[in-house]
């Protein structure tokens, strides 16, 4: 089983609410991403989670907080948000971070959250 | 820091025909791999093919294969047989185990169009 899930699919959310998106792997995977992705454009990275700790903040600002709680499970709290935050959000996952054997460990993406941001 | 280039921002093919998309990168490091990667209209993004650095052989992957130019930083994706699944856009990504650890850099993506 290759699969990531992303819920919801969609979300609205008014500029004063407090939201959240929700990441689940079972594939044993110790790395997992946040990428945003605005309309015919790539996925910008914002957050890496290597065992379970953060590795990298793409200096995303802190209206986007993320929770990595287990190791199957990658949280992004959303709060005070702005029309532009509205886009496709991704999350991907990897088995580790870095490489093996000379191969870099392939991350799986799931479907994403289009989230509106009114 | 690392670019990628994709000069074509939108390609089309007959089906069964063939089709080749470009990328070019820019770097100073010498370790590294490239991806390329599609999305479909239903948004999840999957792996096509990747290329190690190191590897002087071009990767395949079925009708999937890449004209890999070190030299030139080169990394072209062909696509032989073009199947109407094939519709998407494609991305050209590059990654560093030298600086940026897990970091992808990605083109700004090729959509391709596939027609009857």
């Known amino acids: 089983d290759t699969e990531v899930t992303q819920t919801p699919k969609h979300l609205v959310m008014g500029m004063t609410n407090k939201k959240s998106l929700k990441c689940e792997q079972h594939?044993?995977?110790?790395?997992m991403y946040w990428y945003k992705q605005k309309a015919k454009k790539p996925p910008e990275l914002m957050f890496v989670?290597?065992?379970?700790?953060?590795?990298i903040n793409e200096s995303v600002p802190s209206r986007f907080s993320p929770e990595c709680p287990n190791s199957s499970l990658l949280n992004l709290h959303l709060h005070a948000l702005q029309p532009e935050d509205s886009a496709l959000y991704l999350c991907?996952?990897?088995?580790?971070?870095?490489?093996?054997?000379?191969?870099?460990?392939?991350?799986?993406f799931g479907p994403g959250t289009r989230l509106t941001v009114t | 820091a690392q670019t990628v280039t994709q000069s074509q921002p939108e390609m089309s093919v007959q089906e069964a025909e063939t089709v080749t998309l470009s990328c070019t990168y820019d770097?100073?490091?010498?370790?590294?791999?490239l991806f390329w990667y599609k999305q479909p209209p239903s948004r999840q993004m999957i792996l096509v093919i990747r290329?190690?650095?190191?590897?002087?052989q071009n990767a395949t992957e079925n009708r999937f294969s890449v004209n890999f130019q070190k030299a030139a930083k080169s990394f072209s994706l062909k696509i032989s047989d073009s199947q109407l699944g094939d519709a998407a856009m494609y991305f050209c990504?590059?990654?560093?185990?030298?600086?940026?650890?897990?970091?992808?850099?990605f083109g700004e993506g090729t959509q391709l169009t596939v027609n009857p």
């Open positions: 991907a996952s990897s088995q580790r971070p870095g490489t093996s054997g000379g191969a870099p460990y392939e991350q799986y």
């Open positions: 290329q190690e650095a190191y590897k002087q």
């Open positions: 989670y290597s065992y379970e700790k953060l590795s």
């Open positions: 594939m044993g995977h110790r790395a």
């Open positions: 990504a590059y990654r560093s185990e030298e600086t940026s650890g897990s970091r992808l850099t």
């Open positions: 770097t100073s490091e010498s370790d590294y791999y």
